[in-house]
């Protein structure tokens, strides 16, 4: 029987799937390609079924069946660390520094109002120089919290001044100093 060369791809799944004992369509049934004249050709049969494999010799009892050899998967390419470091986040928006004493129930301990007294020399200083467009103070409480609010009109002053404040507030308790934009107190309004 000869396999014509379009159909080749059909018998050879019908002759694989016979030999594993997969059933498959039937392939398509071929197309005429001689001229009407003639008489119709009949189509070919379809192949016999392989013959089963016959079995290799038989491990001897007791032995463990044959392993198959497991397949290798391809790993993804390892991740390499990118070259160039990522820039540092952008400092605060805010130029605004606020520097708040708080008590413990019995007034603004002895520490913390010396370091807000040279917190306070030191803004008073930057408002000489004209660093500042702004400095207000805000009594909070009865016990004597305070709220320092400087604000800047250069964002490298205010960081240089936040650097100087931290350094002179430096393990002192109940001293809060923070980047945050002032909050405008009722006499600060117009």
Do not use: N
């Amino acid at each position: 029987m000869a396999i014509r060369p379009r159909h080749w791809k059909a018998w050879l799944l019908a002759a694989c799937a016979a030999g594993c004992g997969a059933q498959t369509p039937e392939p398509p049934a071929p197309v005429a390609t001689q001229a009407p004249a003639q008489a119709p050709v009949a189509a070919p049969e379809p192949p016999a079924p392989a013959p089963a494999p016959t079995p290799a010799a038989e491990p001897p009892t007791g032995a463990a069946p044959p392993q198959p050899k497991p397949v290798p998967v391809p790993l993804p390419p390892p991740q390499t660390p990118d070259p160039k470091p990522k820039p540092a986040a952008p400092p605060a928006p805010y130029l605004d520094i606020s520097i708040t004493t708080l008590s413990k129930g019995r007034g603004v301990p002895e520490p913390t109002r010396e370091a807000y007294q040279r917190v306070r020399a030191l803004m008073d200083h930057k408002q000489r120089e004209q660093q500042l467009s702004g400095l207000s103070v805000r009594r909070m409480g009865l016990e004597g919290e305070t709220r320092l609010c400087a604000r800047f009109s250069d964002a490298a002053q205010a960081r240089e001044a936040l650097a100087e404040i931290r350094e002179l507030t430096a393990g002192v308790e109940l001293i809060a100093v923070e980047s945050t934009p002032c909050i405008p107190s009722k006499e600060d309004a117009p």
